[in-house]
């Protein structure tokens, strides 16, 4: 089946080590995203990126990093400089950004302690 | 600045009843809208979506939603609800420039509907 694969679904990290959450799509989208939930906040933007080796910061990208070396994978790291670092996070993959409609994956749990 | 906004955080219905989320959204220009679900334990699916054309649009499940450009509303209605339609509901605003693109989609805080049986 096709879809946006994201790993893993729940993580728990101390506080000051860097983690890195896993996205696969196989469903030949050009673009993919990372949005964090919160909370009565909805989804916020955190990087995207529209074409292999190439990213954009979203709203909220500091203390995030991307990367996109193939076009199925879209790994993000969240990394020690993240203040709230606890959240759900959300990949997600269109087939082009011009067509505005976005698939996403099943979502990571991240709780830092 | 542009936002979204769902002034309902929890609704709470009978089976059967008729159903309206609220959606409005702060952007002057062309926009594409878009209502989410997300299921427990499941991940976020479009439920539908309004590019041009009829403002009233038929998604999945029985749903529809009414773009009223004068009003900047987008609400979300199914008139008889079932327990399955327990969920959390995302409207969605994409504001059209000359530069769109799916980065500026801005998610409103959501709405958690919780069905009684």
């Known amino acids: 089946d096709g879809g946006i694969t994201q790993s893993p679904k729940y993580l728990f990290r101390k506080e000051g080590q860097n983690v890195t959450l896993s996205c696969e799509q196989n469903l030949n989208h050009d673009a993919m995203y990372w949005y964090r939930q919160d909370p009565g906040q909805g989804l916020r933007l955190i990087y995207y990126?529209?074409?292999?080796?190439?990213?954009q910061k979203g709203d909220i990208a500091e203390g995030y990093s991307v990367s996109r070396e193939k076009k199925e994978s879209f790994p993000l790291t969240v990394t020690s400089a993240q203040k709230n670092p606890t959240a759900f996070y959300l990949c997600a993959s269109s087939i082009r950004t011009e067509l505005n409609t976005i698939y996403f994956g099943e979502g990571s749990w991240l709780t830092v302690v | 600045a542009q936002s979204v906004s769902q002034h309902n955080h929890h609704v709470i219905l009978s089976e059967a009843a008729s159903l309206e989320l609220g959606c409005n959204y702060s952007y002057g220009g062309t926009v594409n809208l878009f209502w989410y679900v997300q299921y427990p334990g499941q991940h976020l699916q479009l439920l539908l979506k309004y590019f041009s054309g009829d403002p009233l649009v038929k998604g999945i499940k029985g749903f529809e939603a009414e773009f009223i450009k004068s009003k900047f509303s987008f609400n979300l209605r199914k008139p008889s609800v079932q327990w399955s339609d327990t969920a959390e509901y995302f409207c969605?605003?994409?504001?059209?420039?000359?530069?769109?693109?799916?980065?500026?989609?801005?998610f409103g805080s959501g709405t958690r509907l919780s069905i009684r049986p």
């Open positions: 969605a605003v994409n504001p059209q420039t000359v530069y769109s693109s799916a980065s500026k989609i801005i």
């Open positions: 990126s529209q074409i292999v080796n190439d990213f």
